[in-house]
């Protein structure tokens, strides 16, 4: 088996502090325990695919092989190891692991076991929102899950610096040795924002198997370096203590470098195998002295001692933790040598990580613990050594409940002023310093950003609220615009440039109130075309039921000097489509303002009178702003016109009438003019108001609406449409929509992002509808020139309205 003997620099036996809270249990225990854990494991998957008929020839599947892997590290863990304050992310193949683990303890009732896969049931993998049982990380994406408790460990470094420490929490994470193909997880460990955790453990099943294949090199030497020049603590579990015992004796050096010379795929092998055809197997190729030494083992004890590995030694992997418990300063590793399938017919087998045992080879193993079709999903029993033992462990896991809302009244706005042009990008910098001056909202928030923090405007909150570190760090810098004070009261955390953790600790922020008993106000800023890059992991986030605010900025083509490679056109959509994310794409002041401290009143989980949000907005909020300076004029004209009440309720709602060409121009209404809507989404509103304007001399009565939130829009749309669709009625027009676009007209959407973005808004309406956006790469040039080539100067929109019209007839 290829890889280094155990080098990792804490060596079993030589612990210094060992700090585990519990008392081990006799390990005869912990194996019957572990072979129960085993079994349910697989019984579970066993029982989703050969006991359920699902009627749609869809296979159901589960791993049992690589669920086999971590029964022992997991039955240490969860029965010998965990505090009730601990936090675990379980890697997604786990999962029927964890839910045997859960239902020992009693967490889980017993109907679920045979519910893997099914409508409502066990999740294939460990789900925050879907699970009936308590899971503390989603996992599935792999990395993802893997990286998520680092990042909770920043989040609770923080929580502690600014509101007291809390009872110390291990996040731990259990990850497949091929997870760390990913490239998030390295950047996850590089960044300085992650470093000294002393209280992260990561386990990584090392079964040197993946997906495809047996890994054929094992590149524990690269890893183990990786993770040392990160100033992470490494441990290897590599050998049982049978093989440990048979290297101890003369001679057994031999074995032991021919086991660690082997070809991985040739140790993987031997598991498949017994009596003589392993004894050949495993001699293939061997030194001389290795033959001699194994010469006196009988063909029964053989196969035990060479595959002895230190994953599935209970006492080496209680070892291995009590010795992460040892370095509070720094993070951990461990490295378990396991094998894919351990104790299943399976073992080893390179084909075995979609594999499922026969039924036979079930009844087989069912037979072998004395269990029948009567007594196998039973708990241990309460009155034996295991049962006892359970049962103290689910008295000391037990945990405590968590307050979700924080006990604060966020104001309905901060009354930002924006006399000139101003950007939303400004004023949603401007916004954030006034809510640091909110005696009950600022010592919540807690801003974040990918090295983009003054570029997106969160240097005022910075200057005025300090960067976080966790001791205080001497500053060099004179520079009065940027007095970046660092030091454990800051409330800004600064991270390298990896959208990737910018999303990953957003979603650990906006889960701090369950991780880390304390809720927060997270936002985040980032460029909006590297959303794209950050995006697996803000669907980790939302998926994991995190609140939080991001802001895109500066987004589309009217960021245009910097060309194609800095010009988002898709986010919109992705904003509008992901679910549990509500996306926002203001044009002004006063609409961000109100937008803004709506969406923070939604997280904080105060829920104002006004608020016209859907009861299933729970989620994140998703910020698409640019640095166009934009006249604000028209929004006071609109103020003035429709007056603030209803006003704000209609931009919170996701649309407001932003010119009525009959207020503007009443000629028209008594010309019985041609009516068409302008519809426009964030910063193109000055080209739809000219387009307008344009549209009246002509004797048309162009209306502009300007939409403040697409998603708020189509989700009013769709619930209306889907309960027409559920109930066979004729569907109503949304409210949202029907008071926005009270008479029937074509529409034209304008939108610096993919034009597809909103061109719904047609079938919404019933109407013809043009959409205009940008549906190329784009490159570098002035606003104007770049929005002549994507037809949003106010000539095409007014062309536009004329094809929109000549549609309806
Ligand atoms: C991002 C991502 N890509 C691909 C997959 C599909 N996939 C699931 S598990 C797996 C390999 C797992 O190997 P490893 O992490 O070693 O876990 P093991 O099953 O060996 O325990 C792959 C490729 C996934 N879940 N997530
Ligand atoms: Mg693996």
Redesign the pocket.
């Given at each position: 088996m290829e890889g280094n003997t155990a080098t990792g620099d804490g060596r079993r036996g030589e612990r210094k502090v060992v700090n585990v809270t519990d008392v081990r249990p006799d390990l005869d225990v912990l194996e019957e325990i572990q072979q129960r854990v085993l079994w349910l494991a697989t019984r579970i998957v066993d029982a989703a695919n050969h006991d359920r008929d699902t009627g749609d020839g869809v296979k159901v599947g589960g791993?049992q092989a690589?669920s086999a892997?971590l029964v022992t590290a997991m039955t240490a863990l969860y029965f010998a190891h965990l505090d009730q304050a601990d936090r675990v992310a379980v890697?997604?193949?786990a999962s029927p692991v964890f839910h045997a683990i859960q239902y020992l303890l009693g967490n889980l009732d017993r109907s679920y076991l045979t519910q893997l896969r099914a409508r409502g049931g066990l999740q294939s993998y460990p789900s925050r929102t879907k699970d009936p049982d308590e899971v503390d990380f989603s996992t599935?994406?792999?990395?993802l899950g893997a990286a998520a408790p680092l990042f909770a460990a920043v989040t609770r470094r923080y929580v502690d610096a600014h509101f007291g420490p809390r009872p110390r929490t291990r996040f731990i994470a259990i990850?497949?040795?091929?997870?760390l193909d990913?490239g998030n997880i390295w950047e996850a460990v590089a960044d300085p924002a992650t470093t000294g955790l002393g209280n992260v453990m990561w386990l990584v099943?090392f079964?040197r198997?993946?997906?495809d294949r047996v890994v054929p090199g094992v590149r524990i030497d690269q890893w183990r370096g990786q993770f040392q020049a990160a100033g992470w603590h490494v441990v290897e579990v590599k050998y049982g203590r049978r093989l440990e015992a048979a290297y101890a004796r003369p001679g057994g050096q031999h074995l032991r470098a021919w086991i660690d010379a082997m070809p991985n795929e040739q140790y993987q092998s031997l598991f498949g195998l017994a009596g003589d055809a392993l004894r050949k197997q495993f001699l293939d190729d061997a030194p001389a002295e290795v033959e001699a030494f194994v010469a006196d083992i009988p063909d029964g004890e053989l196969g035990p001692l060479v595959t002895d590995l230190g994953g599935h030694d209970l006492d080496a992997m209680l070892d291995a933790y009590a010795q992460c418990d040892a370095e509070p300063d720094r993070p951990s590793i461990v490295f378990a040598y396991t094998i894919?399938g351990w104790g299943l017919p399976i073992a080893g087998n390179p084909r075995n990580?979609s594999a499922l045992l026969t039924v036979e080879q079930v009844d087989a193993f069912r037979g072998q613990l004395g269990l029948d079709r009567e007594t196998e999903w039973d708990r241990l029993d309460p009155a034996s050594p295991g049962g006892i033992w359970v049962n103290s462990r689910r008295e000391a896991l037990a945990r405590p409940p968590r307050e979700q809302a924080l006990p604060i009244t966020v104001p309905d706005a901060t009354g930002v002023r924006a006399a000139k042009p101003i950007s939303t990008q400004e004023v949603f910098g401007r916004v954030l310093v006034d809510l640091a001056r909110d005696e009950q909202v600022a010592p919540y928030l807690v801003t974040t950003a990918p090295d983009v923090a003054t570029s997106t405007n969160l240097a005022g909150f910075i200057n005025k609220t300090g960067v976080f570190a966790p001791t205080a760090q001497r500053s060099w810098s004179d520079d009065r615009m940027l007095r970046w004070a660092q030091d454990p009261s800051g409330q800004h955390i600064e991270l390298g440039i990896s959208e990737m953790n910018l999303f990953l600790l957003l979603g650990q922020l906006g889960l701090s109130w369950d991780l880390s008993a304390q809720p927060l106000l997270p936002i985040g800023t980032v460029y909006d075309p590297f959303v794209l890059r950050g995006l697996d992991a803000f669907l980790y986030g939302t998926y994991s039921g995190a609140r939080f605010v991001v802001a895109g900025t500066p987004s589309g083509i009217t960021l245009a000097p910097e060309g194609g490679a800095h010009q988002s056109t898709i986010t919109a959509s992705v904003g509008l489509e992901l679910p549990g994310v509500t996306f926002v794409e203001p044009a002004y002041a006063t609409a961000l303002d109100w937008l803004l401290c709506d969406a923070l009143a939604h997280i904080a989980g105060g829920r104002s009178e006004t608020t016209t949000a859907a009861p299933a907005e729970h989620g994140a909020y998703y910020f698409r702003l640019t640095t166009r300076p934009v006249d604000q004029a028209p929004f006071a004209a609109a103020r003035a016109r429709v007056g603030d009440a209803v006003l704000r309720r209609q931009v919170l709602a996701g649309a407001y009438r932003l010119v009525d060409a009959f207020d503007m121009s009443p000629e028209l209404r008594e010309a019985h003019a041609p009516v068409v809507y302008l519809v426009g989404s964030g910063a193109v509103l000055p080209e739809v108001l000219a387009a307008a304007g344009e549209l009246a001399d002509e004797g048309i009565a162009a209306h502009v609406v300007d939409v403040t939130s697409l998603d708020r829009l189509y989700r009013a749309w769709q619930r209306t449409l889907r309960q027409g669709v559920r109930t066979a009625t004729a569907p109503s027009v949304a409210g949202a929509l029907r008071s926005v676009f009270a008479e029937r007209a074509p529409v034209v959407t304008v939108h610096d992002a993919a034009s597809h973005t909103m061109a719904w808004l047609g079938s919404a309406l019933g109407v013809p509808c043009v959409p205009l956006g940008v549906d190329e790469f784009g490159q570098s040039g002035t606003v104007s020139e770049l929005y002549e080539l994507h037809d949003l100067l106010p000539g095409s929109i007014v062309n536009a309205a004329l094809a929109a019209l000549s549609l309806a007839t």
């Open positions: 791993h690589s892997s890697k997604p193949h599935g994406s792999v990395g990850l497949g040795d091929a997870e990913e099943d079964n198997q993946s997906l894919k990580h």
